[in-house]
């Protein structure tokens, strides 16, 4: 009897699905359409079409419950109510202990044909990602051989023109000496090179003597761009163990600069950000094509193996690119918190950077949006002492948040820009000249404020 | 003879060395006496495998960004209101969250108590925060809720691009489709104070741990923006209560709770 009723039930249940499938035919396009956006509304934040996440994957999961004994009307209830669902099926009794942590109830929050668009949905699913891991992969690889014998090939040729111009001389040589046989002279066989050399720089003593010059000129001009050029890092980027696109995550997803390196407003170092960032993110981003591979990396570091943490952890060495020597004090939070300067004005536009970071150059800086609005404007390079004067001799300080009720709670700036204002009148003129107040005015360029 | 080979390795030699001059992302270039810019005291995000020329291989490649032993209380000055906000959180991160978020090495509650069902029944302990300002001239106050102005900028930087600037769910991650399934804050009125501050605290979902990125006085202000979301007139009362008659007795910088909107006296 028991088997008789639950052959009808599900006969039944074919029946109710087959009429629903010719009802979603008839509006193919719309319900499909309903389906990946209610699945995107209400589900994706714990299942995923192919993979388990804090929930199961969705895919196919109708034939699993089928088998398991469970038709299409269990899991609806198991949607509405999962407890109501476990009483009412083993399969889905089962089920229950799959995780530990219980499903939204959705009550009548979704219809029975809602629920059914979004499982159709889910089924009509095509794997995508895996397609496109592998020939990006390798053609990635082959651009990296092909530059690295590019390279080679350029000392080949460098080598063969040594030759060829060893060998003509050679040749002159020999042609001199037969030709001063043939006219009966006697060719000086024991005269060398550098005699010979001599002999035509002593003939055009004008060109020799003026080509010298320019050369002694220019090696000595060299020296000194070379000496200058001490210290000055504009343009360091060193490889770093990621391939991180900073425009990705930036630009195209708006994630702000503080969110990763959140140190910034707290403390002197701007923070690189701990796995445990990446992961709120990436623990569902696994990324497409080559981004696979170095997604991967974060997933070694995090231990994490696609389903939960497993303790086996790899820190991730990343190298440091702005280096300031110790003998200089800098101050994240002074700089962002209190005065109030963006990250691009001395990081540059980073939503626009496909790389890891890198010292920019002061003429890159000058092309950002606030400089150009606060008048700043880096005729030094970037990272020297030089240009943080620049900065500090420019950067008004009126504008930016320390005016602010919000910033300016413990009054050190407002108190000085308040006996500025209103203390000393000649002074205070002798400030406004140009009609603003900086930071060097403020003791911005004291010795003391960033040397001790 | 001689000079044939001496010509070839100075032509050699040279373009070695031109080339070495062809600007090379990878190195720094060079320094005027490294000694000072390598500092002796420890700083962040250095490698101390060399130091004065000798290499200390037990301090090589290790990791520069520690996390604090377990049970380190940060001292937040003396305020009591302000300690007891920072004091560690009450609450264990449930058990399963070892594997799901990762919390190893640190104590997780029992299997059998579910502490994300308990977290509903804690209120938020802070109480808003306002302030007022005088135009210059007149008797006309304006009131800014400080709570809530610098929970937006907190939510700016930390949430939005998931969760949304509206709190609609509709960030730009979801717009572009890189992330999926954010809830919109709206359909979300049942959660309690308690349950929103575990869930930013420890993780839910497929939503990451933010303890790290935020500290619970931080978390106690984004449950008042969020609630903000929910309700347009959140926050209103307290103020409301204050226009009332602003100026008698009360300090305004010490607000009253802004669930009770009682005048103050």
Known sequence: ?452 | MNFKILGGLVIAVSAVLLGSCSADPDSAGLEYMPDMYRSPAVEPYVDYGHIRENENVDAKMRLSAMTPPNGTVPYFGTDSTEVSLMLPYHRKANNDFRQSHGMFGEELSPASINTYELAAADKNPMKMLYSFEVKKGTTDTTWTNETLASGKTLFNNNCSHCHGEKGDGNGEMMVNETFAGVPDYGNLTELSDGQMFYSIYYGKGSMGSHRSLINKKEIWTLVHYIRKFQDKAYGDKGKAALDTDPMDGQDPMNESDPSDAVAPE
């Not at chain 1, 388990?52 to 198991?78: H, N």
């Not at chain 1, 979704?110 to 699913?125: A, F, G, M, P, Y």
């Not at chain 1, 995508?128 to 020939?135: D, E, F, L, M, R």
């Not at chain 1, 009720?405 to 000249?433: F, P």
């Open chain 1, 1 to 452: 009897m028991k088997i008789s009723s639950s052959q009808m039930f599900r006969n039944l249940n074919k029946w109710r699905l087959s009429a629903l499938t010719i009802l979603l035919l008839a509006g193919a396009f719309n319900s499909q359409a309903q389906g990946g956006d209610l699945f995107k509304a209400k589900c994706a934040t714990c299942h995923k079409v192919f993979d388990d996440m804090t929930g199961p994957k969705l895919y196919g999961v109708r034939d699993r419950w089928e088998e398991g004994g469970a038709g299409e009307e269990v899991i609806i209830q198991w949607v509405r109510n999962q407890d109501v669902a476990a009483a009412m099926n083993a399969f889905a009794n089962e089920r229950i202990s799959w995780s530990g942590s219980a499903m939204t109830k959705f009550g009548n929050q979704l219809s029975d044909e809602e629920i059914i668009s979004i499982l159709n949905w889910v089924d009509e699913q095509v794997v995508a990602t895996a397609n496109n891991v592998g020939p990006e992969g390798v053609i990635g690889g082959e651009g990296d051989s092909e530059e690295s014998g590019l390279d080679w090939i350029w000392y080949v040729v460098g080598g063969l023109f040594v030759v060829i111009i060893l060998s003509v001389g050679g040749v002159r040589r020999q042609l001199k000496s037969a030709d001063a046989e043939a006219s009966g002279g006697t060719f000086n066989a024991s005269m060398s090179y550098s005699d010979e050399f001599k002999q035509w720089a002593w003939i055009n003593k004008k060109y020799v003597g003026f080509g010298g010059l320019i050369i002694v000129v220019g090696v000595i001009v060299t020296l000194f761009l070379g000496l200058y050029s001490i210290g000055v890092v504009e343009g360091y980027q060193p490889s770093q163990p990621i391939a991180f696109p900073h425009d990705v995550h930036s630009g195209l997803n708006g994630i702000d600069c503080k969110y990763c390196h959140n140190s910034v407003t707290e403390s002197k170092s701007a923070g690189l950000p701990t796995v445990n960032v990446c992961m709120n993110c990436h623990k569902q981003i696994k990324g497409e094509g080559e981004q696979v591979a170095q997604i991967q990396k974060i997933y070694d570091a995090a231990g994490w193996d696609g389903m939960k943490y497993t303790n086996v952890t790899k820190p991730i060495i990343w190298n440091k690119v702005h280096v300031l020597p110790d003998h200089v004090y800098f101050n994240h939070k002074q700089h962002v918190g209190v005065g109030g300067v963006d990250c691009a004005q001395c990081h540059g536009d980073m939503t626009k950077m496909n790389e890891t970071a890198k010292v920019r150059t002061s003429e890159e800086l000058n092309a950002v949006k606030e400089n150009i609005e606060g008048e700043i404007n880096f005729t030094k390079p970037t990272l020297t002492m030089g240009w943080c004067i620049e900065c500090h001799d420019q950067k008004e300080i009126s504008v930016g948040p320390i005016n602010t009720k919000d910033q300016g709670k413990n009054g050190y700036y407002n108190e000085i820009h308040k006996r500025l204002l209103s203390g000393d009148k000649a002074l205070y003129s002798e400030y406004l000249e140009d009609n603003k107040v900086t930071v060097k005015e403020l003791g911005g360029w004291e010795c003391a404020k960033c040397h001790y």
